[in-house]
């Protein structure tokens, strides 16, 4: 059997691979154990077992009787592996010698060196034992010194942590002192450098009003000048300036010209040669708007312009223009038109658009809102528009279902995007469902003023307009919730509601559902929104525009619960007019959470107070704010002053501030843009000064109702703001024409003036100043009873102050006049 070790590995791996020595091994240790009668039946029998058994599960006592089982311990796999020779890291012989001989020796060498260390009496034991006792007498030193030093050492530590107590005890007041100092010599350089600022602000506008009243008086003495004609700064001083904007680079004039309207441009091409070169540059007529000049411009102008600049037109701009038919058919002259504005043109006719569409194949957008079309303009959409984007039909009452059907004929109106249906009262149900079959892919929808629009009408559309991102439904009172689940297989991103009630906290709960990525939500006047929908819109977290005013069931708790949510660190906008439950707890909670937030209303806020109006300096990013009917009071505008970054207040009807809180206020805002303080009437001057001085880049003034408003206050307003575009003076009582004479000097660029119940500013000076404004309003009469004072500027009393009876109808006569206007 040992001949197996040097067998063939072959042969080897064939008797291990098959469990050869184990199948031997269990039938030998059952022959030998068992002793049967009759051997090779048991052979036979035990090999089945084996057999049924598998390989696997073999043991060397499988074929043993269980009561005959020796109980031995298993050593190794197998015995027979030893037998055959296929034990390979089994114990040799020749190992098991070698094992013997080293563990004999081992226990020979142990008892000698035992007996060794008894038999041979100890040498030098003295000397081992006082070798010990100084190896003791040491250890012991070693351990005292050891306990000595630990105390000295928790001594030493004690004593160098109370001197770096000290150390930063004594640095800590040094700095202190420092800091005192320092501030101390910062403060007085600040007051020192405010102040200096203060007097040369004072110092610059006085000087600069003096030169303003020379000017004034250099005007007066020189002979009238018309006043389409008015005063330039180069005709006061008696010189020309030298600049010749020829010199400028082409692209630098183009921009310069671009900012003109036609009355100006046609103007500036009269000045001369070399401006009226520069005024035909092609790209100054890609866009023309004959709106702004419509009471002054010819057909025959329009025709001869639209005919000379024909292949360079792609915007036309006939807003309100009353035009004959062959005008309006000059139009299709114009081949690569791309923009067409025709809305409120009484006569644009069926015909006009035939021939306007048959030559302006490529329009892109077209506004027919206020017009008189019908079916036939309709038919003509699809046929000659097949790249129509962008529609208004808004008021447009003469056009049917029918015409909404045509809509689908020919290439049909795939391709818009942009549809205004507001207004169009006549389209039922099923012209909903015309619009929908034949423009799919509407985008925006608009539909204002339609008190027919319902539930079904939306379910009709966005069963097939499924791509609209953007609803506006401003005067829609019978729409509800059923419309939102309707929408919710749109991916809306602005909503627009107004004056709604029967939408509910339902509507949110849509919103929030299935538009996650909605940015604009606009739910004006809606009285059925409560605290429940500014829960629902908290988790939104691309919110940006959050308009709820005239929300009254808002209260604090439910903005607070809003503010929690990811959208506050997103919002933008967020108007809260009339929100009366609102206080200072929710202004506290929007400082701390809506970093980025740059608009803010909270217009009629009763319970608003100082204290929170203090908070809302710490939100850096807000840029305008209306606090307009609040309880805001001096001590909160000197808060506001120190925010730096406002450029829009509106502090219109709060009767606690006075012209000391202003002028704390704008000392503080020198970038302040826009300032409304209309109906306080206890406001005087000294606030128009305060503005002239420091606010000289505003850009819209409101002192409506302000009756202590004087000549010499907009005198220095005239002067110093130049900038200013919009101004309302309505109810200013002791202004005279001579206010309207320092304006046309000093403020060149004002487009808007409102000069409601006026009654010392004649008609005729009224008349002279429309022709330098684009936007005017005049009324001579007495100011109204609501306003709280007379025609003299007192204020009424509570008796003079009657409240008007229902039946009542007061009827105030209006003249406004417009700048495009030629006044005779």
């Known amino acids: 059997m040992a001949s197996l070790r040097t067998a063939d590995s072959r042969l080897r791996s064939y008797f ?51 009561s005959m089982k020796p109980k031995i ?73 050891k306990y000595v030093f630990r105390l000295w050492h928790s001594y030493a530590a004690g004593q160098k942590k109370l001197l770096t107590e ?37 110092l610059k506008h006085e000087l600069q009003l003096r030169k303003w009243r020379s000017k004034v008086k250099v005007a007066a003495k020189e002979e009238p000048i018309p006043p389409e004609h008015s005063l330039s ?203 929908a079959n034949s423009c799919t892919g509407i985008m925006h929808l608009t539909i204002n003023d339609m008190p027919t629009l319902t539930d079904n009408c939306v379910k009709a559309l966005a069963e097939k307009c499924t791509r609209i991102t953007s609803i506006v439904f401003i005067g829609a009172p019978h729409i509800s919730d059923c419309a939102f689940k309707a929408l919710s297989t749109c991916n809306l991103r602005k909503i ?44 939104l977290k691309q919110l940006t525009v959050l308009n709820l005013a005239n929300c009254i069931r808002i209260g604090d708790v439910g903005l607070k619960q809003f503010l929690d949510g990811p959208v506050s660190t997103r919002i933008r906008e967020l108007n809260l007019s009339n929100c009366i439950h609102l206080s200072d707890a929710s202004i506290v909670k929007l400082s701390e959470r809506c970093s980025n937030l740059n608009y803010l209303s909270l217009r009629n806020c009763e319970y608003l107070t100082d204290l929170g109006i203090e908070h809302i ?10 606090l307009s009917g609040t309880n805001i009071s001096n001590e909160g505008l000197m808060s506001l002053s120190r925010h730096k970054k406002l450029k829009e207040l509106s502090l219109s009807e709060c009767y606690k501030i006075t012209d000391v809180g202003i ?4 000392k503080g805002s020198l970038i302040l843009e826009h300032l409304d303080v209309s109906y306080c009437p206890q406001l005087s001057d000294e606030i128009i000064k305060a503005l002239a001085i420091y606010c000289i880049y505003l850009t819209s003034l409101s002192i409506a109702g302000c009756p202590k408003i004087t000549d010499s206050a907009m005198e220095m307003l005239s002067a110093k703001c130049h900038y200013l575009h919009i101004l309302d003076i309505s109810g200013c009582v002791l202004l005279t024409d001579q206010m309207l004479e320092d304006l046309q000097m000093g403020c060149k660029q004002l487009r808007i003036l409102k000069m409601q119940y006026c009654r010392l500013i004649s008609k005729e000076a009224a008349r002279r100043m429309s022709s330098m404004v ?44 417009s700048g495009e206007e030629e006044v005779v």
Request: charged share 25%; hydrophobic share 35%.
């Open 73 to 145: 311990r298993r050593l190794s796999e197998t015995y027979m592996e030893q037998l055959f020779g296929l034990d390979d890291q089994l114990m040799t012989p020749e190992l098991m010698i070698k094992a013997c001989t080293f563990y004999t020796g081992h226990l020979v060498k142990t008892h000698f060196c035992i007996w060794r260390d008894i038999a041979i009496p100890l040498i030098n034991e003295e000397n081992i034992l006082a070798e010990k006792m100084e190896k003791a007498i040491e250890y012991d030193n070693f351990r005292l010194q």
């Open 617 to 626: 300096v710490y939100i850096f990013s807000l840029v305008s704010v209306d």
């Open 166 to 202: 000290a150390l930063l005890r004594i640095r800590k007041m040094c700095h202190h002192y420092k800091l005192i100092i320092t501030l101390t010599k910062w403060r007085d350089k600040a007051r020192y450098e405010y102040k200096k600022r203060e007097d040369e602000l004072m």
């Open 774 to 817: 684009q936007q005017q309003e005049y009324n001579p009469n007495d100011p109204p009873l609501w306003f709280g004072y007379d025609y003299e500027g007192k204020p009424l009393t509570k008796q003079e102050i009657t409240p008007l009876k229902e039946d009542e109808e007061i009827t105030v006569t209006d003249s406004i006049y």
């Open 496 to 539: 627009r509601f107004e004056g709604n009630k029967r939408i509910t906290d339902a509507c949110f709960k849509y919103i929030h559902k299935n538009y996650p990525n909605i940015n604009h939500i606009y739910m004006v006047d809606c009285k059925r929104i409560t605290d429940g929908s500014l829960m629902s819109l908290s988790p």
């Open 16 to 66: 291990k691979e098959n469990y050869i020595p184990q199948v031997c091994e269990a039938l030998l240790c059952g022959l030998l154990i068992t002793c049967p009668e009759d051997p090779l039946k048991y052979l036979q029998k035990m090999i089945i077992t084996i057999m049924e058994s598998g390989l696997e599960s073999l043991l060397w006592d499988m074929c043993i009787d269980p």
């Open 233 to 435: 700064k180069a005709s006061l001083l008696g010189g020309i300036p030298e600049c010749d904007i020829s010199l400028l680079p082409e692209r630098a004039v183009s921009q310069i010209f671009y900012y003109l309207t036609l009355r100006e441009l046609v103007i500036c091409g009269q000045v001369c040669h070399s401006w009226m070169l520069m005024t035909q540059a092609s790209s100054l007529w890609n866009s023309i708007d004959f709106s702004k000049v419509k009471n002054i411009i010819t057909d025959k102008y329009i025709v001869s312009t639209l005919q000379r600049w024909r292949l360079n037109v792609l915007r036309l701009n006939f807003r309100g223009c009353l035009l004959r038919s062959k005008t309006l058919r000059s139009v299709s002259l114009c081949r690569n038109l791309q923009e067409l504005n025709v809305s409120d043109c009484p006569t644009l006719t069926d015909e006009s658009m035939r021939y306007i569409s048959e030559g302006c194949a490529g329009v892109l957008y077209l506004n027919l809102s206020n017009t008189t079309v019908t079916n036939r303009t309709m038919r003509l959409l699809p046929r000659y528009f097949p790249n129509l984007q962008n529609l208004s039909l808004a008021y447009c009452r003469k056009f049917t279902d029918k015409g909404l059907r045509y809509l689908n004929l020919g290439n049909g109106c795939h391709k818009l995007i942009y549809l205004d249906l507001s207004g169009c009262t006549q389209i039922s149900v099923q012209g909903f469902r015309n619009i």
């Open 663 to 666: 002028q704390a206020f704008c």
